[in-house]
C-alpha cells in the first residue's frame, strides 16, 4: 500500500497503479467526488479507509450530470486544497481524470435507470441521473473497488446507484454514509460556497424544516400532507424575509426510501426530501423520519 | 480448473464457482450463448479454451433482446444435447440461469450504445441491442471474465458490445472469431432448425450474394450500386422459385465496419451486410470486401 498519496489522472495509471495491490487480494475502496472536498467527503474517506485496504478517491466534475444552464462552468475546481486535505486524513491513491480521458471522442453509450431516477431531481434535472449512472459505471469499471462509499445527502443518487448495481450485477458493495452538517444544521455541500453571507443564512432554513418534520412525527403526526403544509410555510417565511423570489422550492416530499413514491400517512421509516434554491443556488438535503421510535 | 463440465444455474453459484480460480490469477474466458449450439459457438468455445486457462459458457435465450411478435417462445432450446456438445470440446463451466434469477423484480436499468446500435438490426429490431447490451453487461459482471468471445455472424452485435466495453471502460477484452459454415456456405445459426427443405434450399442465396460481391469487387467494381443491386437481384430470383413472398430482403448493405454508415464507393475494408427473410425464418449474414488484396 503506498504510505503517501499517489496522484493519477488516467485510467490506464490508475490500473497500473492499482495491479499489485489487486494482486495482493487487497479491498479496494472507492470514494467517487466531484473535488471541491467538505468535511461530508473526508467522512467518506475515513470510511474507505477504516473498512478496506487502499482507498481511491476521484475527483472528477462530470460534465454529463449537468443540465444545460446548470452550474457546470462555475462549479468550484480546488485541487491543490482537495490534494492537501486527501493526503491529511491517510487516502491512498487519487484519480483526477481529464474530461477526454474520461469521455473519449465518439462516447455514445449511456446507463438508463428507470423509475427512481425519474421522481424529484429526476423530474428537474432532466438527464442528471443518466450521467451519474454512467460516469459512476466507467469509474466502478476503472478502479474494480470491491466496495464504494456515498452521501446520504445525495439520497436519490445513492438509490439510482444501488439500482444500478443490483440490475447490472456489478460486484461493488455501495456504501451509505450519514450526512455532515454545520454547527447550524446546514448540511455540507460544495455549492454552500456560492452562498454570501445573507443566502448563507436563509439556507439553513433546510434543515429547520428537516428537524421540523422530525419533531412533529415525534409529536405524532402521521398525516403527510400536516407535516409538508408546515415545512413549505417554514421556507416561504424565509423568503419573505429577502427579495422577491429568493427562495423559491424546487419540492419538499415524503417518500418512501426504497421507491421514492410520496407517502400520503406516515408509517414506517419515512425520508423527507427536499430541494430548494437560496437565490441563485440550489441546495437539497434529506432525514429519515421513524415515526416507531420512541 | 475443473476437469469435467460444471453446470450452475445462478449468478451466486457462478461467483462461488469462479473464486478459486480467480484467487489463483487463472484467465477466465467467458462464451455467451442463447443455447441451440452449432459448430459456430463450439468455434468460440475452442478459442477461449486455446486463449483462457478457464472456459465460461452461458446458456440464456434473453427475452429482452426479442421484440414483440419475434420468435422468443419458439427459439431452440435443446439444454441436454448443448451440454454433451460443451463437455466433449472442453468447456469448464456452463451457467444456464432461469430468467428471474437474471432479471429480478423490478429490474429497470438498461445500457443505451446509441449510433452504432441504431443502425442495420438495429432499424429491424428497435430495442434488441438495448437488450444485448444490458445481458452482455451483466454477464461480463458476473463472470468478470478478462476476455470474451463473439461470432463475426452477429457482426453489428459485437462491434455494439466492443462500443459499450469501451465507453463503459469494462475490464474485458472482446476478440471476434471468424463465421463457421455449411458445407453450402449458409452460415451456422440456431435459426437454421427452423428452416425446412425447400427454404433451406433457398437460404443458400444469403451467402451466394455476398460471394457475388465479394467476385465483382475482385474484378474490380468499386461503386456501391453497382455491387448491391446484383445481389439483391439474386436475392429477388431465389424469391421468384417459390411462393410470393416467400424470400424477403430487409436491407443488403455495404458498409463501413466500424461506423456501419453505408459507402458509396469501395475505398478500403467494406462490410457487406445482409438480413433476408426466407419464409417466416430471418437470417443475417455478412463478410469483409477487401478492394486492396490482389
Given at each position: 500500500?503506498?504510505?503517501?498519496?499517489?496522484?493519477?489522472?488516467?485510467?490506464?495509471?490508475?490500473?497500473?497503479?492499482?495491479?499489485?495491490?489487486?494482486?495482493?487480494?487487497?479491498?479496494?475502496?472507492?470514494?467517487?467526488?466531484?473535488?471541491?472536498?467538505?468535511?461530508?467527503?473526508?467522512?467518506?474517506?475515513?470510511?474507505?479507509?477504516?473498512?478496506?485496504?487502499?482507498?481511491?478517491?476521484?475527483?472528477?466534475?462530470?460534465?454529463?450530470?449537468?443540465?444545460?444552464?446548470?452550474?457546470?462552468?462555475?462549479?468550484?475546481?480546488?485541487?491543490?486544497?482537495?490534494?492537501?486535505?486527501?493526503?491529511?486524513?491517510?487516502?491512498?491513491?487519487?484519480?483526477?481524470?481529464?474530461?477526454?480521458?474520461?469521455?473519449?471522442?465518439?462516447?455514445?453509450?449511456?446507463?438508463?435507470?428507470?423509475?427512481?431516477?425519474?421522481?424529484?431531481?429526476?423530474?428537474?434535472?432532466?438527464?442528471?441521473?443518466?450521467?451519474?449512472?454512467?460516469?459512476?459505471?466507467?469509474?466502478?469499471?476503472?478502479?474494480?473497488?470491491?466496495?464504494?462509499?456515498?452521501?446520504?445527502?445525495?439520497?436519490?443518487?445513492?438509490?439510482?446507484?444501488?439500482?444500478?448495481?443490483?440490475?447490472?450485477?456489478?460486484?461493488?458493495?455501495?456504501?451509505?454514509?450519514?450526512?455532515?452538517?454545520?454547527?447550524?444544521g446546514l448540511a455540507m455541500s460544495s455549492?454552500?460556497?456560492?452562498?454570501?453571507?445573507?443566502?448563507?443564512?436563509?439556507?439553513?432554513?433546510?434543515?429547520?424544516?428537516?428537524?421540523?418534520?422530525?419533531?412533529?412525527?415525534?409529536?405524532?403526526?402521521?398525516?403527510?400532507?400536516?407535516?409538508?403544509?408546515?415545512?413549505?410555510?417554514?421556507?416561504?417565511?424565509?423568503?419573505?424575509?429577502?427579495?422577491?423570489?429568493?427562495?423559491?422550492?424546487?419540492?419538499?416530499?415524503?417518500?418512501?426510501?426504497?421507491?421514492?413514491?410520496?407517502?400520503?400517512?406516515?408509517?414506517?421509516?419515512?425520508?423527507?426530501?427536499?430541494?430548494?434554491?437560496?437565490?441563485?443556488?440550489?441546495?437539497?438535503?434529506?432525514?429519515?423520519?421513524?415515526?416507531?421510535?420512541?
Open positions: 500500500m503506498p504510505s503517501v498519496l499517489q496522484l493519477v489522472t488516467t485510467a490506464a495509471q490508475l490500473r497500473e497503479a492499482l495491479e499489485p495491490l489487486r494482486r495482493a487480494g487487497r479491498k479496494i475502496g472507492l470514494v467517487p467526488t466531484m473535488g471541491a472536498l467538505h468535511e461530508g467527503h473526508i467522512s467518506l474517506v475515513r470510511a474507505a479507509k477504516a473498512q478496506c485496504d487502499a482507498t481511491v478517491v476521484t475527483i472528477f466534475v462530470n460534465p454529463s450530470q449537468f443540465g444545460q444552464g446548470e452550474d457546470l462552468a462555475k462549479y468550484p475546481r480546488t485541487l491543490e486544497a482537495d490534494l492537501a486535505k486527501l493526503a491529511a486524513c491517510g487516502a491512498d491513491l487519487v484519480l483526477a481524470p481529464a474530461s477526454d480521458d474520461v469521455y473519449r471522442p465518439g462516447h455514445t453509450t449511456w446507463v438508463e435507470v428507470g423509475a427512481v431516477a425519474e421522481r424529484l431531481e429526476g423530474k428537474f434535472r432532466p438527464g442528471h441521473f443518466r450521467g451519474v449512472a454512467t460516469i459512476v459505471l466507467k469509474l466502478f469499471n476503472m478502479s474494480r473497488a470491491e466496495v464504494a462509499f456515498f452521501g446520504q445527502k445525495d439520497y436519490q443518487q445513492a438509490l439510482v446507484i444501488q439500482q444500478m448495481v443490483e440490475d447490472l450485477n456489478v460486484p461493488v458493495e455501495v456504501r451509505i454514509c450519514p450526512i455532515v452538517r454545520e454547527a447550524d455549492r454552500n460556497a456560492y452562498l454570501g453571507p445573507a443566502a448563507r443564512a436563509r439556507a439553513t432554513v433546510l434543515w429547520k424544516s428537516l428537524e421540523l418534520a422530525q419533531e412533529l412525527v415525534g409529536r405524532g403526526e402521521r398525516n403527510a400532507l400536516a407535516v409538508l403544509e408546515p415545512m413549505r410555510q417554514m421556507i416561504g417565511a424565509a423568503g419573505a424575509q429577502g427579495a422577491a423570489g429568493e427562495v423559491r422550492v424546487d419540492y419538499v416530499a415524503l417518500v418512501d426510501p426504497q421507491t421514492l413514491e410520496p407517502v400520503c400517512e406516515i408509517r414506517g421509516r419515512t425520508l423527507a426530501v427536499l430541494a430548494v434554491w437560496i437565490g441563485k443556488t440550489r441546495l437539497i438535503d434529506n432525514c429519515f423520519l421513524n415515526p416507531d421510535e420512541p
